[in-house]
């Protein structure tokens, strides 16, 4: 059974700029979860995402928003970039919807503000 | 306070030395306990999970939760070079996602 997948890997963008990171989850899995991981943070919770309806929301500002479709794949958006949004940001699938399920991650998609 | 603290390391120990990874919380609600293991340019996996107090092997591996004092460990044994991590401690209750300790980094020197 194929992982999570979580495209692009690598991205370079601009400060201003805004970017979109896609994730396709286990097949199977409904509930999608992104965190972001820094060296200094660690992994912070951003959203999660049950059936297209947005479940859990993290303390990150407004300029990072999220959407899942029917088909469970989610995408996540950040918008007028800072340099400070540099970071691996990963994404997690798990079965249902509630907490008895683990989350299984992706690889992440490292963003680089530059 | 922060709700999870784990020691960052880093570790480093010899081939087939026994590894005791640590983490503590605040929050009493939390239920759900795991462990993830991440290597370099990887996304976490999980190694361990465990709903309240209790042990729960797994092979070489061995997590055990202390509700009463809101600490919880992970047990290598007879530790391998390719155990060599970042070990995430990471918890949750019913409600609420879940919240990763910053991770222990663990170099096993064979």
């Known amino acids: 059974k194929a992982g999570v997948t979580q495209t692009p890997r690598y991205l370079i963008k601009t400060r201003g700029q805004q970017v979109t990171l896609s994730c396709s989850p286990i097949?199977?899995?409904?509930?999608v979860s992104w965190y972001q991981q820094t060296p200094g943070q660690g992994l912070q919770f951003l959203f999660e995402?049950?059936?297209?309806?947005?479940?859990n929301k993290g303390n990150f500002p407004g300029r990072f928003s999220g959407r899942q479709f029917s088909n469970s794949r989610s995408e996540m958006n950040v918008s007028t970039l800072e340099l400070g949004d540099s970071a691996l940001y990963l994404c997690?699938?798990?079965?249902?919807?509630?907490?008895?399920?683990?989350?299984?991650f992706g690889n992440g998609t490292r963003l680089t503000v530059t | 306070q922060k709700e999870v603290e784990q020691d960052p390391g880093p570790l480093s120990v010899p081939e087939g030395a026994i590894v005791s990874l640590n983490c503590t919380y605040s929050n009493s609600a939390f239920q759900y306990f795991m462990w993830y293991r991440q290597y370099s340019r990887k996304g976490p996996e999980l190694l361990m999970y465990?709903?309240?107090?209790g042990n729960k092997e797994d092979g070489r591996f061995t997590a055990q939760v202390d509700k009463s004092s809101k600490y919880i460990s992970l047990f290598i044994r007879d530790s391998q070079p390719s155990d060599s991590a970042t070990y995430l401690c990471a918890m949750s209750s019913r409600n609420t996602p879940l919240v990763f300790g910053k991770g222990t980094r663990l170099s096993v020197i064979a």
């Open positions: 997690a699938s798990s079965l249902g919807q509630g907490r008895l399920a683990p989350l299984h």
């Open positions: 465990t709903y309240s107090s």
């Open positions: 995402y049950f059936s297209e309806t947005q479940r």
């Open positions: 097949s199977g899995h409904r509930s």
